[in-house]
């Protein structure tokens, strides 16, 4: 299983509500196994830019790459494009 985890920073907290509604959507695309798109706590002591957490699990990084190749992926990335600064991600093999 991969793990595909991705973290936004809002250029305005006020469009947080529309770019997590935008991230959400996501999870319709077939491949997903299961997505979460929530607020980040802001509980860490040294670090608490970050605004919105995405992470979804894949079956396999071949379905990983159907979902990033769909069209709603990329509807959804140019809407939340220009909402964000900061967009960091990681895919990752889930240890067994």
């Known amino acids: 299983m991969i793990r595909h985890i991705v973290f936004f920073t809002a250029k305005d907290r006020a469009h ?36 919105v957490v995405v992470y979804a699990e894949f079956d396999d990084l071949a379905s990983l790459d159907r979902y990033k190749a769909d069209p709603l992926y990329e509807e959804i990335t140019a809407r939340v494009r220009p909402l964000r600064d900061l967009r960091m991600s990681a895919d990752i093999r889930a240890v067994d």
Do not use: A, F, Y
């Open 16 to 51: 947080l509500g529309r770019i997590m509604d935008d991230l959400s959507r996501l999870g319709t695309i077939e491949p997903v196994r299961h997505l979460e798109v929530v607020q980040n706590e802001k509980r860490d002591l040294w670090h608490n830019e970050i605004d």
